[in-house]
Nanobody, 115 residues
Framework: QVQLVESGGGLVQPGGSLRLSCAIS????????WNWYREAPGKQREWVARIDTHNQSIYKDSVKGRFTVSRDAADNTMFLQMNTLKPEDTAVYYC?????????WGQGTQVTVSS
């Protein structure tokens, strides 16, 4: 089992920055990818960014150049640095650990971008 706990969300003005953290615990040997997803009000949950066990990362087109995913394996933490935030980035952000069969989710952290 893998447990994930997100933190770092909040209210920020357009153009601002936030850094989300995902604290990871449990047996992570089976995890292939670490992902960030988000779910805006009235919309389906969507994938945002991914980092693998070799620290290779990929991003949703709309966040490329603004968001950076990273992982501190020694500290068992994953991060999402979000810069130049836009109102359309407003959502609950979730971290996910993806194994071949199973997926593990955190409880989410709210990010609101508004003036």
């Amino acid at each position: 089992q893998v447990q994930l706990v997100e933190s770092g969300g909040g209210l920020v003005q357009p153009g601002g920055s936030l850094r989300l953290s995902c604290a990871i615990s449990g047996n992570t040997d089976s995890i292939i990818y670490w992902n960030w997803y988000r779910e805006a009000p009235g919309k389906q949950r969507e994938w945002v960014a991914r980092i693998d066990t070799h620290n290779q990362s990929i991003y949703k087109d709309s966040v490329k150049g603004r968001f950076t995913v990273s992982r501190d394996a020694a500290d068992n933490t994953m991060f999402l640095q979000m810069n130049t935030l836009k109102p359309e980035d407003t959502a609950v952000y979730y971290c996910q650990g993806r194994a071949r069969v199973e997926s593990y989710w955190g409880q989410g952290t709210q990010v609101t971008v508004s003036s």
